[in-house]
């Protein structure tokens, strides 16, 4: 399973951003699915997960109210959109896929399947 993130860019304090995930996998919808990023010298942190059926949406605490994760199962693709961008919110964003849980974990251990990750710059 191939998994293919795309949209991240340069982008101001304030400012908005969509990055996009997709994938040809047919079981696409049985998956659940979620962004981490990872900055400079950090560790891979949750950003924000979906179910399969996208009825369980979570939240990082520090995203809650900014950022909108989504899915479109007919077009295999997942999204993030992303308001209010920090200086902070500068990482490699990444999609991941879990075929086992139905619900997104907060883990990256959790997850099968992983794209190979946009940058997202947030600049002053």
């Known amino acids: 399973v191939q998994l293919q993130a795309s949209g991240g860019g340069l982008v101001q304090v304030g400012g908005s951003l969509r990055v996009s995930c997709a994938t040809s996998?047919?079981?696409?919808?049985?998956?659940?699915m979620s962004w981490f990023r990872q900055a400079p010298g950090k560790e891979r942190e949750f950003v924000a997960g979906?179910?399969?059926?996208?009825?369980?949406?979570n939240y990082a605490d520090s995203m809650k109210g900014r950022f909108t994760i989504s899915r479109d199962n007919a077009k295999n693709t997942v999204y993030l959109q992303m308001n209010s961008l920090k200086l902070e919110d500068t990482a490699v964003y990444y999609c991941?896929?879990?075929?086992?849980?139905?619900?997104?974990?907060?883990?990256?251990?959790?997850?099968?399947?992983w794209g190979q990750g946009t940058q997202v710059t947030v600049s002053s």
């Open positions: 996998a047919l079981s696409f919808s049985l998956y659940a």
């Open positions: 979906i179910s399969w059926t996208g009825t369980t949406i």
């Open positions: 991941a896929a879990d075929r086992t849980r139905g619900n997104p974990s907060p883990s990256p251990l959790e997850y099968d399947y």
